[in-house]
Protein backbone atom coordinates (compact mmCIF):
# COMPACT_ATOMS: atom_id res chain seq x y z
CA UNK A 1 0.00 0.00 0.00
CA UNK A 2 3.03 2.38 0.86
CA UNK A 3 4.52 1.56 -2.58
CA UNK A 4 1.42 2.25 -4.11
CA UNK A 5 0.74 5.71 -2.14
CA UNK A 6 4.53 6.84 -3.21
CA UNK A 7 4.12 5.26 -6.81
CA UNK A 8 0.76 7.84 -7.29
CA UNK A 9 2.48 10.69 -5.52
CA UNK A 10 5.18 10.29 -8.35
CA UNK A 11 2.68 9.99 -10.99
CA UNK A 12 0.96 13.34 -10.15
CA UNK A 13 4.22 14.97 -9.20
CA UNK A 14 3.66 17.47 -12.72
CA UNK A 15 -0.07 18.47 -11.40
CA UNK A 16 1.34 19.69 -8.02
CA UNK A 17 4.39 21.73 -9.85
CA UNK A 18 1.71 23.38 -12.24
CA UNK A 19 -0.75 23.91 -8.93
CA UNK A 20 2.52 25.15 -7.02
CA UNK A 21 3.52 27.42 -10.37
CA UNK A 22 0.63 29.05 -10.70
CA UNK A 23 -0.26 30.05 -7.32
CA UNK A 24 3.33 31.74 -7.32
CA UNK A 25 2.71 33.70 -10.41
CA UNK A 26 -1.15 34.46 -8.28
CA UNK A 27 0.73 35.94 -5.43
CA UNK A 28 3.54 37.40 -7.48
CA UNK A 29 0.91 39.24 -9.71
CA UNK A 30 -0.96 40.65 -6.40
CA UNK A 31 2.41 41.99 -4.75
CA UNK A 32 3.47 43.86 -7.97
CA UNK A 33 6.24 42.14 -9.05
CA UNK A 34 4.69 40.67 -12.40
CA UNK A 35 1.91 42.14 -14.45
CA UNK A 36 -1.38 39.65 -15.17
CA UNK A 37 -0.30 38.96 -18.90
CA UNK A 38 2.45 37.24 -17.98
CA UNK A 39 0.47 35.42 -15.29
CA UNK A 40 -2.05 34.50 -18.00
CA UNK A 41 0.90 33.21 -20.37
CA UNK A 42 2.37 31.14 -17.71
CA UNK A 43 -0.61 29.52 -16.66
CA UNK A 44 -1.58 28.52 -20.40
CA UNK A 45 1.68 27.44 -21.18
CA UNK A 46 1.60 24.83 -17.72
CA UNK A 47 -1.78 23.56 -19.16
CA UNK A 48 -0.64 22.95 -22.43
CA UNK A 49 2.50 21.21 -21.17
CA UNK A 50 0.29 19.02 -19.02
CA UNK A 51 -2.33 18.15 -21.57
CA UNK A 52 1.22 17.02 -23.92
CA UNK A 53 2.13 14.87 -21.19
CA UNK A 54 -1.39 13.20 -20.62
CA UNK A 55 -1.47 12.61 -24.60
CA UNK A 56 2.01 10.92 -24.56
CA UNK A 57 0.88 8.66 -20.93
CA UNK A 58 -1.65 7.53 -23.39
CA UNK A 59 -0.08 6.37 -26.39
CA UNK A 60 2.48 4.84 -24.29
CA UNK A 61 -0.37 2.80 -22.55
CA UNK A 62 -1.93 1.94 -25.76
CA UNK A 63 1.45 0.74 -26.92
CA UNK A 64 1.97 -1.31 -23.43
CA UNK A 65 -1.50 -3.08 -24.39
CA UNK A 66 -0.76 -3.71 -27.62
CA UNK A 67 2.27 -5.75 -26.71
CA UNK A 68 0.32 -7.37 -23.96
CA UNK A 69 -2.40 -8.40 -26.40
CA UNK A 70 0.10 -9.57 -28.87
CA UNK A 71 2.35 -11.65 -25.86
CA UNK A 72 -1.39 -13.45 -25.27
CA UNK A 73 -2.07 -14.45 -28.47
CA UNK A 74 1.63 -15.48 -29.12
CA UNK A 75 1.11 -17.90 -25.99
CA UNK A 76 -1.74 -19.23 -26.72
CA UNK A 77 -1.73 -23.14 -25.88
CA UNK A 78 -1.03 -25.84 -28.36
CA UNK A 79 -2.59 -28.63 -26.31
CA UNK A 80 -5.75 -28.98 -23.71
CA UNK A 81 -6.95 -31.46 -21.47
CA UNK A 82 -10.38 -32.70 -22.20
CA UNK A 83 -11.58 -33.88 -18.72
CA UNK A 84 -14.24 -36.95 -18.42
CA UNK A 85 -17.52 -35.10 -18.18
CA UNK A 86 -16.79 -33.38 -21.85
CA UNK A 87 -15.38 -36.65 -23.79
CA UNK A 88 -18.20 -37.65 -25.46
CA UNK A 89 -19.44 -34.29 -26.83
CA UNK A 90 -15.61 -33.12 -27.57
CA UNK A 91 -15.09 -36.14 -29.93
CA UNK A 92 -18.03 -35.73 -31.90
CA UNK A 93 -17.39 -32.06 -31.98
CA UNK A 94 -13.74 -33.14 -33.37
CA UNK A 95 -15.45 -35.40 -35.42
CA UNK A 96 -17.97 -33.05 -37.59
CA UNK A 97 -14.54 -30.78 -38.09
CA UNK A 98 -12.72 -33.24 -40.48
CA UNK A 99 -12.45 -31.56 -43.97
CA UNK A 100 -10.26 -34.64 -45.43
CA UNK A 101 -8.85 -37.81 -43.73
CA UNK A 102 -9.04 -39.59 -40.51
CA UNK A 103 -6.50 -41.28 -39.11
CA UNK A 104 -6.99 -43.83 -35.75
CA UNK A 105 -3.93 -44.75 -34.78
CA UNK A 106 -3.27 -47.65 -32.22
CA UNK A 107 -7.04 -47.28 -30.72
CA UNK A 108 -8.63 -49.83 -28.40
CA UNK A 109 -11.07 -51.21 -30.69
CA UNK A 110 -12.99 -52.94 -27.69
CA UNK A 111 -14.76 -49.29 -27.39
CA UNK A 112 -16.64 -49.20 -30.76
CA UNK A 113 -18.62 -52.52 -29.38
CA UNK A 114 -21.00 -49.32 -27.52
CA UNK A 115 -23.78 -48.54 -29.58
CA UNK A 116 -23.47 -45.54 -28.57
CA UNK A 117 -19.82 -45.04 -28.52
CA UNK A 118 -19.81 -46.74 -32.26
CA UNK A 119 -21.97 -43.63 -33.78
CA UNK A 120 -20.65 -40.88 -31.88
CA UNK A 121 -16.97 -41.91 -32.50
CA UNK A 122 -17.02 -43.44 -35.76
CA UNK A 123 -20.62 -43.51 -37.84
CA UNK A 124 -20.53 -40.10 -37.50
CA UNK A 125 -17.37 -39.53 -39.39
CA UNK A 126 -17.97 -42.15 -41.94
CA UNK A 127 -21.47 -40.39 -42.56
CA UNK A 128 -20.50 -37.31 -42.85
CA UNK A 129 -19.82 -35.34 -46.38
CA UNK A 130 -17.00 -33.90 -45.61
CA UNK A 131 -14.98 -37.00 -44.98
CA UNK A 132 -12.54 -38.50 -47.71
CA UNK A 133 -10.99 -41.52 -46.13
CA UNK A 134 -10.64 -43.48 -42.68
CA UNK A 135 -7.79 -45.12 -42.32
CA UNK A 136 -6.44 -47.55 -38.96
CA UNK A 137 -3.24 -48.77 -37.96
CA UNK A 138 -3.56 -50.99 -35.36
CA UNK A 139 -2.07 -54.02 -33.38
CA UNK A 140 -2.63 -57.38 -34.73
CA UNK A 141 -4.69 -58.16 -31.24
CA UNK A 142 -7.80 -55.90 -32.45
CA UNK A 143 -7.71 -58.03 -35.32
CA UNK A 144 -10.55 -60.64 -34.32
CA UNK A 145 -12.88 -57.61 -32.20
CA UNK A 146 -12.44 -55.58 -35.96
CA UNK A 147 -13.84 -58.60 -37.90
CA UNK A 148 -16.50 -59.85 -35.80
CA UNK A 149 -17.62 -57.18 -34.42
CA UNK A 150 -16.78 -53.43 -36.27
CA UNK A 151 -16.85 -54.25 -39.69
CA UNK A 152 -20.51 -55.41 -39.25
CA UNK A 153 -21.68 -52.23 -38.01
CA UNK A 154 -19.33 -50.59 -40.25
CA UNK A 155 -21.45 -51.81 -43.19
CA UNK A 156 -24.42 -50.63 -42.36
CA UNK A 157 -23.24 -47.52 -42.76
CA UNK A 158 -23.98 -44.98 -45.35
CA UNK A 159 -19.74 -44.06 -46.70
CA UNK A 160 -18.69 -47.21 -45.48
CA UNK A 161 -16.28 -47.51 -48.87
CA UNK A 162 -14.72 -44.66 -47.34
CA UNK A 163 -12.85 -46.66 -44.22
CA UNK A 164 -9.97 -48.82 -45.78
CA UNK A 165 -8.84 -51.80 -44.75
CA UNK A 166 -6.51 -51.69 -41.56
CA UNK A 167 -2.92 -51.69 -41.23
CA UNK A 168 -2.06 -54.62 -38.72
CA UNK A 169 1.05 -52.99 -37.08
CA UNK A 170 3.14 -53.97 -33.93
CA UNK A 171 2.96 -50.57 -32.26
CA UNK A 172 5.82 -50.07 -30.01
CA UNK A 173 4.35 -46.81 -28.88
CA UNK A 174 2.44 -46.59 -26.15
CA UNK A 175 0.11 -43.57 -27.19
CA UNK A 176 -3.19 -43.95 -28.91
CA UNK A 177 -4.73 -40.81 -31.18
CA UNK A 178 -7.30 -39.57 -33.74
CA UNK A 179 -6.07 -37.26 -36.18
CA UNK A 180 -8.26 -35.34 -38.55
CA UNK A 181 -7.71 -32.42 -41.88
CA UNK A 182 -9.44 -29.10 -40.52
CA UNK A 183 -7.23 -26.93 -43.12
CA UNK A 184 -9.21 -25.54 -46.28
CA UNK A 185 -7.20 -25.92 -49.35
CA UNK A 186 -3.89 -26.21 -47.44
CA UNK A 187 -2.56 -29.00 -45.19
CA UNK A 188 -3.50 -28.83 -41.56
CA UNK A 189 -4.27 -31.37 -38.89
CA UNK A 190 -5.44 -31.60 -35.48
CA UNK A 191 -5.55 -34.58 -32.46
CA UNK A 192 -6.88 -36.38 -30.18
CA UNK A 193 -4.49 -38.01 -28.19
CA UNK A 194 -4.24 -40.66 -25.24
CA UNK A 195 -2.12 -43.04 -23.44
CA UNK A 196 -2.02 -46.65 -22.78
CA UNK A 197 -2.71 -47.10 -19.06
CA UNK A 198 -4.11 -45.20 -15.86
CA UNK A 199 -4.59 -42.26 -15.64
CA UNK A 200 -5.63 -41.31 -19.07
CA UNK A 201 -7.38 -44.86 -20.20
CA UNK A 202 -9.66 -47.07 -18.17
CA UNK A 203 -9.15 -50.66 -17.95
CA UNK A 204 -12.55 -51.98 -17.90
CA UNK A 205 -11.00 -55.68 -17.48
CA UNK A 206 -13.62 -57.43 -19.86
CA UNK A 207 -12.73 -58.72 -22.94
CA UNK A 208 -9.25 -56.69 -22.29
CA UNK A 209 -11.52 -53.57 -22.78
CA UNK A 210 -9.61 -49.85 -22.26
CA UNK A 211 -11.87 -46.97 -22.58
CA UNK A 212 -9.97 -42.93 -22.59
CA UNK A 213 -10.46 -41.11 -19.49
CA UNK A 214 -8.73 -38.23 -20.38
CA UNK A 215 -7.83 -36.94 -23.72
CA UNK A 216 -5.16 -34.20 -25.54
CA UNK A 217 -6.49 -32.07 -27.83
CA UNK A 218 -3.30 -31.37 -29.50
CA UNK A 219 -4.13 -28.14 -32.09
CA UNK A 220 -2.79 -27.67 -35.65
CA UNK A 221 0.35 -25.42 -34.50
CA UNK A 222 1.62 -27.41 -32.23
CA UNK A 223 4.76 -28.97 -32.42
CA UNK A 224 3.60 -32.68 -31.65
CA UNK A 225 1.68 -32.82 -34.83
CA UNK A 226 4.75 -33.28 -36.96
CA UNK A 227 5.98 -35.89 -34.63
CA UNK A 228 2.39 -37.66 -34.42
CA UNK A 229 2.21 -38.07 -38.15
CA UNK A 230 5.67 -39.32 -38.64
CA UNK A 231 4.80 -41.95 -36.14
CA UNK A 232 1.29 -42.74 -38.04
CA UNK A 233 3.42 -42.67 -41.51
CA UNK A 234 6.12 -44.83 -40.32
CA UNK A 235 3.88 -47.14 -38.99
CA UNK A 236 1.62 -47.40 -42.06
CA UNK A 237 4.09 -47.99 -44.19
CA UNK A 238 5.43 -51.15 -42.48
CA UNK A 239 2.72 -53.28 -43.80
Not at 79 to 108: D, H, M, Q
Not at 162 to 173: A, G, N, R, T
Request: net charge negative.
Amino acid sequence: MAGSGKGKFFHNLDVMAIIIASVAAIVLHHLGIIPETYVVSLLLLLLALHALQDAIRGEETRENLNIIRQNVLVGASEVELIKPSELLARTEEFALRNRGEIWWFNACLTMFCSQRLFDGLLKISIESSRTSKIIFVLRPAMREIWEREILPEIEKCAGKEKVLEPVWCDVEESIAFQMIDVGVGKEEKEALLTFWGEPFMMDLGERGEHVPRYLIHVKSHSELIPRLKDIFIRCRLKR
